[in-house]
């Protein structure tokens, strides 16, 4: 069993952000077996917002979907965030559920897959990395093949590698 999420952060020390953001989901009992690289991506819709740093990640044997949302929420609230519904702003931390184990799940507080990652090239870029051949339960499609399929005119750069070695190593779980 696998589950995916797209982490991001546009606020201070961006990546010293996302560290401690992977640190907090770990604290919240998460494995994660797999980092993609980080990604400098523009804001949507908002181009007053600073750019965010994303990246994505895999998790072995998760908790149910709805324990995964409650620890992705108090991993975020340990960084700092505060959701504040229909506000777009800043963020120390962001952590969404892009997939689980397949599953297709719409109900008011949790929509799996992720109702608009396929729109977004700041979440199928750093997840074609780690899953590129991975079903998306709902198009049929690859994660690499809607990549590479994207229209989307927002911009996303690759900013640093994928934590094979290195200082990104210690995102990955032993």
Known sequence: MHAYLGLGCNRGNRVAWLRAGVAALRGQGLRIHACSSLWLSEPVGDGALPWFVNCAVALATPPSPE?????????????????????????????????????????????????????????????????????????????????????SPERAWLLAPAPVSGPWTAMVSA
């Open 67 to 151: 324990a995964l949302l409650g620890a992705a929420l108090a991993a975020e609230r340990e960084c700092g965030r505060v959701r504040q519904p229909g506000v777009v702003s800043a963020r120390t931390f962001d952590a969404d559920i892009l997939l689980y184990d397949g599953r297709v799940m719409d109900d008011p507080d949790l929509q799996v897959p992720h109702p608009r990652m396929c729109e977004r090239r700041f979440v199928l870029n750093p997840l074609a990395e780690i899953a590129p051949d991975l079903i998306h339960p709902k198009t049929g499609k690859t994660i690499a093949t809607l990549r590479d399929e994207l229209l």
